[in-house]
């Protein structure tokens, strides 16, 4: 029926000469390949030596063929030749199948099929493993299957017009079998179109199907419309048919066509009832079979003639009737049959378990899918547990940091203040010492007066005790005055070291500032002997009383005022040095006139409070500037300052809705400026 | 007798008079007072020899008393009065300055006048 060629010109060559001669031929050809064989040789060749070898032995000796074609398989298996894998599969398959070995063919086409599926993707080629088994379940009667195996052809076929042309084809015989003669006929014209279309398509590169064909169409096509003319009662057009198949095939080198078209052609005069001319045909057909021990063609002319002969010729009858009981052994054997039944059976059980194993796996894919995200939601998860952790630990350890942070800061605030307090004491014991110098000595020379205006009493001299009782009077408010201004020192003192209540209150600032500029200065004396500058106050007397927190402001003006001394001895100490250093005794005018000067201003201007405090010192350098009013920047030598005072200052003046800036010009001075919003800070 | 007082704190003048209350209407002593070390040395400039004695104050803004001390002891006052510093601040290292300086003596606040007025008549 159909053939599938590599190496055509070999094959076929050898295929008509399949008596004596011929085989003598082949197996001297089998046995240079088998010399080749011994070498050593790379697997592919090697795949390639058994590959022909096997479709040598092919004819001649099936059980060699079978045994290297499955070498050849398993070469071209390792060298994942697949392609040639399928082709010497299909080769092995039709040879079974023209042997009459059906289990065979059956059992390769079995075998490979899964791979072919299992490839999915895999297309060109694989037609004649369907094509073969579609023709295998047609003999088994299973015509369903078959044609099952055919579509797989057409499906397959949009690479492989061949491949389509004999699944039409196939479908074609299959339809005429069971009578169902339309769709066989239009099955044939599709085949017909497929097979003109692949004669003609110039891209055509399948190495599966036998190229070129000599013929525009398979030769068997025109036997089987035949068969169809002929159960339409179209005999001529049928023995038209036949006889072109005869033209085209008689002389080819494909001998099966030939058996097989006498063979119709003498059914065909068997319905006509021409006897003589069906038995001739017969036995023509029986004579090209034997060449090449083709059995369906041995089969179906011994069955036309085991008919004739029965009434004619017992003898002959019985000689074909053997010759058909045989092959039809050969091909349909009990054996065989059960054998086949058997494959099938395990076949579709495999294909049952593959089925379930596809299910399972599919299952099991999902399954893995649904795993996959599960752990990766719980990977997920995980990680942002850990992280949640992470950070709520962070966040604990940056709050512990905080509160730490926040007590350092508290008690570094404190130790300012206690600082600022010490350098103030000096200054303290000075400003108490002082008035308390005028209350004992005013209130004892006033017991010397009051003494001294009793004898003027006793004298009776008035005026005089008018002049002593005015000076008394004058002396005890000396004394209270002295007497306040020692009690509100020690209050200042003692608020100044309280924690700030954060209580604002009516504040006079320009006594305010009066009391700290004195502190400060005194502290300053009291500390270092050799300071000394001289302050000044430019106090605006229409000041009104500002609502701040007293402590708190008072600490701002100490600090600045303090700042501002330190300044001028700072620059008073450089310019002694360099003149004391310098090689020429001629001091510079200027330097030798500095006199350090601190003041303190206050003034109201339209909307704002301004007090001022300013030094004639060195000035800030611009490279200092910004950081001065950082947390802990000082210019003072370590252990001098705590580099809190402006940091703080500038906080408390930003807490009451102040601003604190400066200006400072090198040599000239710095002049630091505290800003109150007027409306803001009268309020009470 | 001529004493120039020199001290920043203003009320120590009416304390002065008050203490040498009797010695002043004696025609005694004779007080002149100064707010500050400047106002001292003018003083001093504008009744030269007058002064015999000189009471300072020492912590004081601008030129303290031991600026107006050494500028007293190591100029031009010939024969150099009598210098006596007076302070809140009792403590030796002011003490030790002074009397480098040349002061004549040293008196702590709050001022012992009783002392003072001996101090003054041994010294004259």
């Known amino acids: 029926m159909m053939r599938y060629i590599l190496l055509l010109v070999f094959i076929v060559s050898n295929v008509q000469l399949m008596g004596q001669k011929g085989n003598t031929n082949l197996i001297r050809q089998i046995d240079s390949l088998k010399q080749e064989l011994v070498k050593p040789q790379p697997d592919s060749i090697k795949a390639e030596i058994h590959s022909r070898i096997t479709i040598n032995y092919m004819h001649i000796n099936p059980d060699s063929s079978k045994y290297y074609g499955e070498n050849a398989i398993k070469f071209f298996e390792k060298t994942k030749n697949f392609r040639q894998q399928v082709f010497i599969t299909g080769h092995m398959m039709e040879t079974n199948i023209k042997l009459g070995n059906l289990p065979m063919a059956l059992e390769l086409g079995l075998s490979i099929l899964p791979l072919i599926e299992g490839r999915g993707v895999y297309k060109s080629g694989v037609s004649p493993i369907y094509d073969n088994l579609g023709l295998i379940y047609h003999y088994l009667g299973d015509n369903e299957k078959s044609i099952q195996y055919y579509r797989m052809m057409l499906i397959r076929g949009d690479v492989d017009i061949r491949g389509v042309a004999f699944g039409y084809f196939g479908m074609a015989v299959v339809y005429e079998s069971i009578n169902k003669l339309d769709s066989a006929l239009i099955c044939l014209d599709k085949s017909h179109d497929a097979f003109y279309e692949g004669n003609h398509s110039t891209n055509y590169e399948d190495i599966n199907w036998d190229k070129p064909y000599q013929y525009k169409v398979y030769p068997a096509w025109y036997n089987l419309r035949a068969k169809v003319y002929l159960k339409q009662n179209k005999p001529e057009l049928a023995l038209a048919d036949l006889r072109e198949t005869l033209n085209t095939t008689l002389n080819s080198k494909e001998v099966f066509h030939t058996s097989n078209t006498y063979n119709d052609i003498s059914a065909l005069y068997k319905t006509l009832n021409k006897s003589d001319s069906s038995i001739y045909y017969a036995e023509k057909g029986i004579e090209e079979a034997n060449k090449i021990s083709y059995i369906s063609g041995i089969l179906d002319g011994s069955k036309i003639l085991a008919e004739y002969y029965e009434s004619i010729d017992p003898q002959k009858a019985l000689k074909y009737f053997k010759l058909t009981s045989e092959t039809e052994k050969k091909l349909y054997g009990a054996g065989n049959m059960q054998v086949m039944k058997d494959m099938i059976a395990q076949s579709d059980k495999k294909q049952v378990e593959i089925e379930a194993a596809k299910d399972k796996y599919q299952n099991r894919l999902r399954m893995n899918a649904i795993m996959g995200i599960a752990f990766t939601l719980l990977v997920i998860a995980i990680f942002l547990f850990i992280n949640s952790r992470r950070k709520q630990k962070a966040k604990l350890k940056i709050e512990k940091a905080y509160d730490l942070l926040k007590s350092t800061q508290s008690q570094l605030i404190q130790s300012e203040k206690m600082a600022s307090l010490g350098e103030l004491t000096a200054g303290i014991a000075h400003e108490i010492q002082n008035p308390l110098n005028f209350v004992n000595n005013f209130s004892e020379v006033s017991v010397d007066l009051v003494e001294e205006m009793r004898e003027e009493m006793a004298t009776g001299n008035t005026d005089e005790v008018d002049v002593l009782s005015n000076d008394l009077k004058q002396n005890l408010e000396k004394i209270s005055h002295h007497g306040k201004r020692a009690s509100s020192i020690v209050i200042g003192m003692l608020e100044h070291s309280r924690a700030s209540d954060g209580k604002r209150e009516l504040t006079d600032i320009n006594t305010l500032a009066d009391e700290y500029l004195r502190l400060a200065y005194h502290g300053l004396r009291a500390k270092d002997k050799s300071f000394n500058a001289d302050f000044k106050t430019a106090f605006d007397d229409e000041l009104p009383k500002i609502s701040v927190v007293p402590q708190d402001i008072g600490r701002v003006l100490l600090n600045l005022i303090n700042n501002a001394f330190y300044a001028c001895t700072e620059r008073s100490r450089t310019s002694t040095e360099q003149s004391r250093t310098s090689t020429e005794r001629s001091r510079s005018a200027d330097e030798n006139d500095y006199k350090p000067l601190v003041s303190v201003i206050t003034l109201k201007e339209e909307d704002k409070i301004i007090i001022k405090v300013r030094d004639n010192g060195n000035g800030i350098p611009e490279s200092i500037k910004d950081k001065i009013f950082q947390p802990f920047f000082t210019t003072k030598p370590t252990g001098q300052g705590t580099g809190l005072g402006l940091s703080l200052s500038y906080d408390i003046i930003k807490a009451h809705g102040g601003s604190l800036e400066l200006n400072t010009e090198k040599n000239v001075g710095t002049e630091f400026i505290i800003t109150f919003p007027y409306q803001e800070i009268t309020k009470e | ?124």
């Not at chain 2, 007072?33 to 912590?59: P, R, T, W």
């Not at chain 2, 480098?100 to 008549?121: C, H, T, Y």
């Open chain 2, 1 to 124: 007798m001529k004493i120039l007082v020199v001290d920043d704190e203003k009320d120590i003048q009416p304390l002065f008079q008050q203490r040498f209350r009797k010695e002043i209407k004696n025609g005694e002593i004779d007080f002149v007072f100064a707010y500050s070390g400047i106002e001292a040395l003018s003083c001093l400039k504008d009744c030269k020899h007058e002064a015999v004695l000189i009471l300072s104050d020492i912590n004081m803004p601008g030129m303290s008393g031991l600026e107006l001390l050494s500028e007293i002891k190591q100029k031009n006052h010939v024969p150099p009065p009598v210098v006596m510093m007076i302070t809140a601040y009792g403590d030796d290292e002011n003490y030790k300055r002074a009397m480098e300086l040349g002061a004549d003596d040293f008196l702590a606040k709050p001022i012992d006048f009783i002392s003072l007025k001996d101090k003054i008549k041994t010294f004259v």
